[in-house]
């Protein structure tokens, strides 16, 4: 008798309707929203997917070894998946992030071994990357850095979009992410881009001023180096007010209880959907609502 590991629950994760989101509007011209809910994988998010890749695949090239010590700039989703496969492969895990983010993220990194350093608020995610690469020059361990590593956006090029060509039967017409690394979105357009060359990649980021957990609207010197522009059909700016309006919806109209970022590409997708006609729009759940109760956004 064999058993599956943790290792075999990252991945294939349900691809649902949600029938009401998009209301009367998108019913009469015929359109499907899909969520991919990514909030199902072991430690919670999208980025397992990328966590995983980034490490087993530096292995199996021979670059670390269990035992060896990695470090990682994180927003917090990429912090827990990290701390998650580090626990399971045997990795120490140092993991750098600004002091403003989520509680329960930080003691979600802890709770599977993972050393936390806390950024100050005012230098952002730019910051707390800076400082992962100047622990990296004093020999303190190996950044994987997944703003750079292929092996995120091929995570979604291997696992994602197959998986989403095959539960739509290839017929997804529009396919809408909120960009963080933008690992998610290259990798999954690459795929559908080849099965079809016309389905549209739609990205989500906050619109200026507007501040959403693990998504930005990045500065040119730091827009990140697996982002290829050419590969994203159209950016769509959302508001933190509209991503929280959206989260709290989600929630009591479809029972879907996702994070802020999820909630801005739905919002995408249901603009989407007011506009076009017999389309089938996916969007990534990148996470689960529970991750952010400290912030406030579902008040009780
Ligand atoms: C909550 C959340 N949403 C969205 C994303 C974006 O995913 P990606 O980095 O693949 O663009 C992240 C990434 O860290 C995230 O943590």
């Given at each position: 008798?064999?058993?599956?590991?943790i290792e075999?629950?990252?991945?294939?994760?349900?691809?649902?309707?949600?029938?009401?989101?998009g209301?009367?509007?998108?019913?009469?011209?015929?359109?499907?929203?899909?969520?991919?809910?990514?909030?199902?994988?072991?430690?919670?998010?999208?980025?397992?997917?990328?966590?995983?890749?980034?490490?087993t695949?530096?292995?199996?090239?021979?670059?670390?070894k269990?035992g060896?010590?990695?470090?990682?700039?994180?927003?917090?989703?990429?912090?827990?998946?990290?701390?998650?496969?580090a626990?399971?492969?045997?990795?120490?895990?140092?993991?750098?992030?600004?002091?403003?983010l989520s509680?329960?993220?930080?003691?979600?990194m802890?709770?599977?071994?993972a050393?936390?350093?806390?950024?100050?608020?005012?230098?952002?995610?730019?910051?707390?990357?800076?400082?992962?690469?100047q622990?990296?020059?004093?020999?303190?361990?190996?950044?994987?850095?997944?703003?750079a590593n292929?092996?995120n956006?091929?995570?979604?090029?291997?696992?994602?979009?197959?998986?989403?060509w095959?539960?739509?039967?290839?017929?997804?017409t529009?396919?809408?992410?909120?960009?963080?690394?933008?690992?998610?979105?290259?990798?999954?357009?690459?795929?559908?881009?080849?099965?079809?060359a016309?389905?549209q990649?739609?990205?989500?980021?906050?619109?200026?001023?507007s501040?959403?957990?693990?998504?930005?609207?990045?500065?040119?010197a730091?827009?990140?180096?697996?982002?290829?522009?050419?590969?994203?059909?159209?950016?769509?700016?959302?508001?933190?007010a509209?991503?929280?309006?959206?989260?709290?919806?989600?929630?009591?109209?479809?029972?879907?209880?996702?994070g802020?970022?999820?909630?801005?590409?739905?919002?995408?997708?249901?603009?989407l959907?007011?506009?076009?006609?017999?389309?089938?729009?996916?969007?990534?759940?990148?996470?689960?609502?529970d991750r952010?109760?400290?912030?406030?956004?579902f008040?009780?």
């Amino acid at each position: 008798m064999s058993y599956p590991t943790i290792e075999s629950t990252i991945g294939n994760t349900p691809l649902i309707l949600l029938p009401r989101i998009g209301g009367e509007e998108a019913k009469r011209r015929n359109n499907l929203i899909l969520g991919k809910l990514e909030g199902n994988n072991p430690a919670g998010s999208v980025k397992d997917r990328a966590a995983f890749s980034m490490i087993t695949r530096a292995e199996a090239r021979g670059q670390i070894k269990p035992g060896d010590t990695l470090i990682e700039a994180t927003s917090g989703n990429t912090g827990i998946a990290l701390a998650m496969v580090a626990a399971m492969r045997g990795y120490k895990m140092i993991l750098l992030m600004p002091e403003n983010l989520s509680e329960e993220r930080r003691q979600s990194m802890a709770a599977y071994g993972a050393k936390i350093v806390l950024t100050p608020k005012s230098g952002g995610m730019e910051y707390a990357r800076d400082l992962a690469e100047q622990m990296q020059k004093n020999g303190e361990g190996l950044i994987l850095d997944q703003f750079a590593n292929p092996d995120n956006p091929l995570a979604h090029y291997e696992t994602t979009g197959p998986e989403i060509w095959r539960d739509t039967k290839g017929s997804i017409t529009h396919f809408v992410s909120a960009m963080g690394t933008t690992g998610t979105i290259m990798g999954v357009a690459q795929y559908l881009k080849e099965q079809n060359a016309q389905v549209q990649i739609v990205g989500a980021q906050p619109e200026e001023g507007s501040s959403i957990p693990g998504i930005r609207k990045w500065p040119e010197a730091y827009l990140p180096k697996i982002f290829d522009r050419s590969r994203v059909d159209q950016i769509e700016s959302v508001s933190q007010a509209d991503a929280e309006n959206m989260a709290r919806k989600l929630a009591v109209t479809e029972g879907v209880f996702c994070g802020i970022s999820a909630a801005g590409a739905c919002e995408v997708a249901v603009r989407l959907s007011h506009q076009l006609e017999n389309a089938t729009i996916v969007f990534i759940v990148c996470d689960r609502g529970d991750r952010y109760l400290s912030t406030g956004v579902f008040p009780a």
